[in-house]
């Protein structure tokens, strides 16, 4: 199974990141009928109660920032500080990732800012199996 | 349906106690509870149990093993940070359906120190730092940013938050800590995660609270002199908002519970005394005035400044000291919080006293998400 995964490149970090080995990553979301966006497979929708009605949806590669937290303190082994993000993606869906590219001083993110969605090696963290992972992160758009 | 009494109630000063179990620690808080209501353990007809850490190991069977095996019925319940006001619940809800005359409930919790939250998916890698935060601090910082974004509300604001709680708990001997914390020093501590520092997170701590409540039937027949009357007890889940899977949305689930409260008993905000609100971080306590309807919206940054939410002004907040200072074991979080209602409204609350309380409400969340909240009514 390992030996295989390595043979295909880098895993997707969350099973929602489409196109992992590919030059054309996205985030996938799974559209109801009555408008709700999630992330990941299911298959009923919390927001209507719909069966059955869910459609994989390519998300956006843009978004505003929602809001944000500077994280100074986390568990151990993590690397501080960084900016936890929460970003409305143009068309629908909202991601929770890392803002990066912008200093983690609150005078320098702005609500609103516009973000682009962009695809890298998952800060160098392996599985045991040794695999590496593709992840997303936020950026100030270009 | 009857109404329910509280008949007695107490808890244990929250502290670390590493040389008792849980079970000792909800024993303790149930003895105090029982001779509250001047009742023994053999005059209850059932047991309510909030616990979270240990919620699979029977913690209410394991306090009665310390305090009298009597082969009553033990409901054990795990709800988050709603977990004790779940069990009160549980008990307040056998009464009203008529089931049983006296019952009691205990909330116990023993707590480790340091971060609550994050983890995230066994498979694969660790998303911690790379998928933004779980962390606890992060995620109600987050929650309390989309107050800044809404109403412009500053870290001072939030900070003075942990100021008023702080200064309240002086006033508290059953809180962890008695210290005052000026302004200066709360902005000035280590910084967790943006807008929450360390003095604006809630307290590590052990703690057990306990409640004994009653049909109307058996109040009249103790006395009514110290009872207290439940007026409303509602638990709701998260309704379905747009970003909530993502970042937990704590004012929908909020409102739906207070609505419904102030339904149920019969009165609005302007009735309320005190009120003792989930303060797990700072940011968390100025969302949810507006989300009980202290305040108008936007008006929460305005509560704080002009110092409405003190002991003394129009409405006081967390006057025990809070989730930030009084502490915050999870499981027993909930019946404090009605212990210090209730005291209140029995006149016994000393120097920490508001004058005049008729009525007060409580309230916690329970992230993932739970929102317990009840109404208390002075008898006598």
Known sequence: MSEQAKDEGPLPVVPWLKGAGTNDPYLEGQKCGCGAIFLGERNNCSSCGAR????????????????????????????????????????????????????????????DMPVDVVFDDALGRKDKDGNSYISYFFQPAA | MSDVYVMGIDMIKFGRFPDKTVPQLGATAALMALDDAGLTIQDMQAL??????????????????????????????????????TAFREA???????????VLAVGVEQMGKGLLGGGGGAAGIPKEGLLGSGTMPAVFAEAGMEHSRNYG???????KVSVKN?????????????????????????????????????????????????????????????????KASILTSDPYSDRDLVMPDVNAVTRRAVKEAYEMAGIGPDDISLVELHDCFATAEILHYENLGLCKDGEAGRMIDEGEVALGGRIPVNVSGGLLSKGHPLGATGIANIYEVSTHLRGEADKRQVEGARFGMTHVIGLGSACGIHILEKVA
Not at chain 1, 81 to 103: C, F, H, M, Q, R
Not at chain 2, 177 to 205: D, F
């Open chain 2, 92 to 102: 307040w809800m056998s009464i009203k359906a008529g089931v049983n005359d006296v």
């Open chain 2, 153 to 159: 509300t500053t870290f001072e604001q939030f900070a």
């Open chain 2, 166 to 230: 702080h200064h309240h708990s002086t006033l508290n001997p059953k809180a962890m800590y008695q210290i005052e914390t000026p302004l200066e020093t709360v902005m000035n501590a280590e910084m967790i995660s943006y807008p929450n520092t360390k003095l604006m997170c809630s307290v590590n701590v052990d703690g057990a609270a306990a409640a004994v409540l009653v049909s109307e039937k058996k109040a009249k027949e103790l006395g009514m002199a110290r009872a207290v009357r439940v």
């Open chain 2, 48 to 85: 309510y149990c909030g616990n979270l850490g240990q919620a699979s190991a029977m913690v209410g069977q394991r306090i009665l093993q310390e305090i009298g095996q009597t082969g009553i019925g033990v409901v054990n319940c795990a709800n988050a940070c709603a977990t004790g006001a």
């Open chain 1, 52 to 111: 059955d009605q869910l459609k994989p949806t390519r998300l956006s590669n843009k978004g505003k920032l929602y809001v944000y937290s500077i994280v100074h303190r986390s568990f151990p082994g993590i690397e501080v500080p960084y900016i936890s993000a929460i970003v409305d993606l143009d068309g629908g869906g909202t991601v929770k990732g890392n803002l990066i590219n912008v200093e983690p001083d609150p005078a320098k993110i702005q609500f």
